[in-house]
């Protein structure tokens, strides 16, 4: 049997955007992975939790989408996307990640 893979089509991205007063300033913008690949994006992380996500199915084989997981386990136990997180059954709480992505 294949093993359940976590797939979260949506992610977020940082951009930049014109401060006030001039210079840029980073912001996260939450995007679907395929686009933010077309726009040629390369940071991201967890739009639910902000952990460091793997970037994964972008061989381009036809029926192919790409997404993201967790990097870190403990996100995934506890993001409300995770899919540790969702499979547990003890009444846990979500939570940010320990170690979000900044
Ligand atoms: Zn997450």
Not at 62 to 86: R, W
Request: proline share 6%; glycine share 10%.
């Amino acid at each position: 049997m294949a093993v359940e893979r976590e797939k979260m089509y949506e992610c977020e991205v940082r951009r930049r955007r014109i401060k006030a007063g001039g210079g840029y300033e980073p912001y996260w913008k939450v995007k679907n992975v395929a686009e933010a690949l077309v726009d040629e994006d390369t940071d991201f992380r967890c739009k639910d939790c902000g952990g460091a996500v793997k970037l994964l199915g972008r061989n381009g084989k036809a029926g192919t989408v790409p997404y993201v997981e967790h990097k870190l386990p403990a996100d995934a136990e506890f993001c409300p996307s995770g899919l540790l997180f969702t499979k547990a059954t003890d009444g846990r709480e979500a939570r940010p990640s320990v170690h979000p992505v900044q």
